[in-house]
């Protein structure tokens, strides 16, 4: 223990510990004392994590499942005789199986388990130590102390960071001016090495507070590439600007903003651009055109109301997104499905877009599929969209055959099949490759043979190559009609459990 704070202290990063005692080092740090792990210890640290991450349960378990046992053909001899090469990954697949979601970043339960395992026995410490990526996740709730040593330990590794407040024990908790001072003291040296940031405003900090704090300390982020703000409720009603030239990112490519916008990013090097934001600031994003670098566009469009849709106005004025290949937009309010697919998307130029994701009311989804232009979207290959009544898919897959490169349809959430025959009506389909319902709930299965009937239509039938249907009642299935199914199509058929 004292080897490694004596070369702590003489590395290039102790400048950061001036204000650290010996005592606090030690608080953080423990040195375990065998080399091998005692049961015991391996009973401790499943009781803190079995229930989160059950891969270390079950092989801390005296009794494994057939299953485990040949996936790990050590197991007879204990978790803790596995060699090096199983532990590592099994360490590396329990840390990451904490991540927060909805963008996979190791979250400061991940940092307390990989701390946990490394002073169990000296053996797991090494492993630990030897991997620099447990050490490269820095959380604002860490004391400055314990963000010095995760710097040392990661090494050369690129670093994330979290910005959120103190404690991360609860939820919406504050960080004062001084704190985010010191972490950004702590981290100023080595910000040739972020790689990923994510700010979340707090209960007496807004947003705009915070970026403008993280700027003041910033000199240049060669290495960032994926950018996160996250604007909560009580921050502001408004959307948030956000200006890309500030941070001196110059390889970002990805930023996620919730409700926080980006501008000046033209001439930036972003490619996929996540926004949860009103509908109606969505033109101030697009406002320089053209964008070449955006290859990728999420929008979730919050609900406006009347007024400030009918001031969102209109205008001819194109929108050049010469690079975009993927579009997934979730707009399921009224108001919202209007001013973004009837007045916003006919001004949008984007010759290679292949990929389509959208989510709108119900009743919405047959007039977008209508509405959408042969021209604009003549390279669509990829089309998914959420649809729960199969009569309402039905009618919607029959505009599709203006679209002649679409090779792949996805429609979510279909829970129910009530349709009329004149909803399969429809002359042909383009030669699709695949066709996929996702989430099906429906057990009567009449509505899918004439879709089946309709598909084995298709003029290059041979070149289809499967119609999945991953469905929660796989069970209650009448099996006669599900071969009944796969006799119309040549076999050409796969039921998948979606519990499975």
Known sequence: MLAECVSFFTSPNAWCLSSCTLSLIRSTVIEPNGFAANIDDLKAL????GKAVPLLAELVATKHTSKMQSNYPHLRSGLKKLPDELLLPIFKQAYYSLSSLPINIPSVRSNLLIRRVSQVCRRFRFLTLSCPEFWSVIHSSM???????WVERSQNCL??????????????????????RELMEVLAPVQDRWKEMRITSTPSRTISQLMGEVQQHVVALPCLQRLHLHRYKWDSDFDVLCD??????????LFHGDGVLPINFQFSAITNLSLT???????????????PSLRHIFLRILNVSDRETIAFGHSDELICLPGLETLEVVSSSPG??????????PRLVFPRLERLFVRVALDNVVDLISRLGTHQFASLRDLRFVCEDLSIALIALRSLSKFPLLRHVAIEDCCYSSYKHADCTFAALPPLSTLTFFGCRFNNMAGMEVLA??????????TFDRLRIECYDIDELRWDRTAALSQILDGKVE?????A
């Not at 934001?277 to 964008?291: A, D, M, R």
């Not at 009937?453 to 041979?462: A, I, T």
């Open 46 to 49: 499943t009781s803190e994590y």
């Open 143 to 149: 004391p400055k102390e314990e963000v010095a040593l």
């Open 159 to 180: 670093l994330t960071i979290l910005i959120y407040g103190k404690d991360h024990t609860r939820f919406g908790s504050d960080m004062s001016e001084e704190d985010l």
């Open 244 to 253: 890309v030239t500030a941070w001196k990112a110059p390889n970002l490519r």
């Open 277 to 291: 934001c009103q509908v109606n600031t969505i033109p101030e994003i697009f406002s320089t055109s053209p964008l």
């Open 336 to 345: 919202a499905y209007t001013t973004f697919w009837v007045l916003f998307v």
């Open 453 to 462: 009937e309709r598909l084995r239509m298709m003029p290059d039938f041979d």
């Open 495 to 499: 039921f998948i459990d979606c519990l």
